[in-house]
């Protein structure tokens, strides 16, 4: 499904968070949005999900205006990813995933077998079946992440709003993750996720969004966006953009380490 953000500004009291932000995302595409804390990213989600409704300007998913949408004509079009967390409540992986079928039941009805079904089918599509009956307090941070995206799977949304999915994970966790939010873009899901890690945008994203003050500062291919001055622009820092394989792969190298570490660099 495709995304359309037009002149959206949106402010607590009297100080406006987005001014006139303005995008396109192509169907079964992966964008990412760069960002120090504090810049409006978490606004922009809320506003995309519908939780915020005092916004100016519209939000369009294919083409139809999010406001026209009823609650459930929503949920089943763009679920939300949170950073993995530590629950109150210990449910099983199978309940956890499982509530991401509400929306397709009524309020006095239950879970039946279509429920379960979307359920077996999301586990397997994420490869975590073997944790179905494991508590999600007793996994790991890497498989509660992969776990809520499993949840977003089962309410059967087209697209995914993931907020820094890989933080809080460690480094094998952080690339299973991303591989698997590229595997749904080539499912057919369109992802629209923030990170701070320009290194992450570089090597899986297809489009990505910088955004400062509530202004977007620049958007493009990861190739054309991620630069050294782009980085000064929206994190204060210098560095240098090392290019690996024919301009294939980048990595981010602050210049302080570069200084520091001459010797031990080997490109």
């Known amino acids: 499904m495709s995304i359309e953000i037009n002149n959206l500004s949106f402010g607590y009291k009297n100080n406006e968070v987005l001014h006139n932000i303005s995008f396109e995302i192509k169907e079964n595409c992966l964008i990412s949005i760069l960002g120090p804390n504090g810049i409006g990213k978490t606004t922009l989600f809320k506003c995309m999900l519908g939780l915020l409704s005092g916004y100016k300007g ?72 073997h944790l179905k009956y494991r508590g999600y307090s007793n996994i790991s941070g890497g498989e509660r992440q992969l776990v809520l995206i499993a949840r977003a799977l089962a309410q059967k949304a087209k697209i995914l709003i993931m907020d820094e999915p890989t933080a809080n994970l460690d480094y094998g966790n952080q690339i299973k993750v991303l591989t698997i939010v ?86």
């Open 182 to 267: 590229k595997q749904l873009v080539q499912a057919g899901y369109t992802i629209i996720q923030s990170t701070h890690q320009p290194d992450h945008a570089f090597l899986y994203a297809d489009r990505v969004l910088a955004l400062l003050g509530g202004h977007i500062v620049k958007e493009g291919t990861p190739k054309n966006m991620i630069t050294s001055d782009l980085i000064k622009t929206l994190y204060g820092i210098d560095v240098d953009i090392t290019s690996l394989y024919d301009d294939y792969i980048r990595v981010c190298i602050p210049k302080s380490i570069i200084y520091e570490h001459q010797d031990k660099l080997l490109f």
């Open 58 to 129: 519209n939000i369009y998913y294919n083409d139809k205006n999010i406001k026209s949408f009823t609650s459930k004509a929503l949920a089943n079009t763009v679920a939300y990813i949170p950073q993995s967390h530590y629950p109150t409540y210990s449910y099983s992986v199978l309940e956890m995933v499982l509530m991401g079928t509400t929306s397709h039941i009524t309020k006095i009805s239950g879970p039946g077998k279509s429920e379960l079904e979307k359920v077996e089918e999301a586990l397997e599509t994420i490869g975590i079946t």
